[in-house]
């Protein structure tokens, strides 16, 4: 498998120039923050180049706010997007060129508001609600369509710091790290200051992602303050991103079978900030865990049988019909107990032997399932 690989460089307009000729973008996901999406847009760093808001179809006036900033912003030019040149050796480049221009059929339908070529803003609003997914595929597609060399997220309610957007894009930029993630956890107030329903249901979600996405050493999988390279976007079907919450899951999944690097980096949690969430938990969670199931099971079959093939896809698939096999007999055996009845013991036996079996290929798959994607998470 080929990895992607990103050598992205900062961009920064505080001196008026760019270094190396990069650009940086932060997609913006909107829903009904009209109240909010102006601190957002006012505490934006110098650097960024563009700042995509993309408006999920609100009810209130958002959109109205966004567009009072046109114009009050200092301009920032992109480079021109190249042009593949006609020959008989890029039938291939121009294919995808076609694929690429084509696919936005495939995203929720939306109207792009660009008034001048150097407007740092881009309003896109989305003609029906698709979820905050959906709307971080759009904002992705525009940065990739406009070959945007960083592209971060920061939420739309302003609970995300926009001092810590530069420590979220270095890594992407000096280290050729392909995603990067804000890691609340790792604060020491985390666990005191995040909600405790919220902690909680990011931890479960946490280690149930760690084992559906191949990412085992991640820690704060829900969290939306990232950055990612031109590079993985390119390698992945935005359009087929989770629409909903469960977004950020889906998406590391997809990242390991094409190989990205990933990185974490310490971000301090806010609440509290004028803010009203939309998430119910009990509605999100069991939806995402739904989804990772799938979700792993995917990615067994593309990365390690389709793509390149690997002795765990057999080790896992056998560990999961030993357990399999193991239940009747256990529900058997519980049963007999319960009635106070004598257990038979080949039944015992053959219980002891599915289970065991199971357990032991079960641990075996999972070991060398880290021990396979260990590489791609960096420290």
Not at 85 to 111: R, S
Not at 120 to 137: E, M, P, Q, R, S
Not at 218 to 247: H, K
Request: charged letters at 20%; aromatic letters at 12%.
């Amino acid at each position: 498998m080929v990895h992607l690989i990103c050598s992205i460089t900062f961009v920064t307009h505080l001196q008026g120039k760019m270094l190396k000729n990069k650009t940086i973008a932060v997609v913006v996901p909107a829903f009904n923050e009209e109240t909010q999406i102006g601190r957002v847009i006012e505490t934006m760093p110098d650097f960024v180049d563009r700042i995509i808001i993309v408006n999920d179809c609100s009810s209130d006036d958002t959109s109205g706010v966004v567009k009072k900033y046109f114009g009050k912003l200092p301009e920032a030019s992109l480079p021109k997007v190249k042009t593949l040149e006609k020959g008989f050796y890029n039938k291939a480049d121009h294919l995808l060129a076609e694929m690429n221009q084509n696919e936005i059929q495939w995203f929720a339908p939306a109207e792009v508001v660009n008034p001048a070529e150097g407007e740092k803003i881009v309003l896109i609003n989305l003609t029906k609600n698709a979820g905050v997914g959906a709307a971080i595929a759009r904002g992705y597609k525009w940065a990739k369509d406009n070959q945007i060399d960083c592209t971060a997220v920061m939420a739309g309610d302003g609970q995300m710091d926009p001092a810590e957007l530069e420590s979220i894009c270095m890594p992407v930029i000096n280290e050729n790290i392909d995603y990067v993630k804000g890691n609340r956890l790792s604060h020491k107030s985390a666990a005191f200051y995040i909600p405790r329903k919220r902690f909680l249901g990011n931890s479960i979600l946490s280690i149930l992602t760690k084992i559906a996405s191949g990412y085992w050493s991640v820690s704060d999988t829900q969290t939306g303050y990232t950055a990612i390279s031109l590079n993985a976007l390119e390698s992945l079907r935005l359009y087929d991103i989770y629409p909903r919450y469960g977004m950020p899951n889906d998406l590391l999944v997809k990242l390991n079978i094409a190989s990205c690097s990933l990185k974490e980096v310490d971000i301090k949690p806010v609440y509290n900030v004028g803010e009203q969430s939309k998430l119910r938990v009990r509605k999100v969670v069991f939806p995402i865990i739904w989804l990772l199931v799938r979700s792993f099971f995917k990615r067994l079959w593309i990365k390690y049988l389709f793509k390149d093939f690997h002795p765990l896809f057999i080790l896992y698939h056998f560990a999961f019909l030993l357990l399999i096999l193991s239940i009747p007999y256990g529900i058997k055996i519980l049963r007999l107990i319960i009635a106070g009845m004598e257990v038979n013991p080949l039944t015992a036996l053959a219980f002891m032997f599915l289970f065991i079996s199971g357990f032991q290929s079960l641990l075996f798959a999972m070991w060398m399932d880290i021990q396979h994607n260990d590489r791609l998470y960096k420290t």
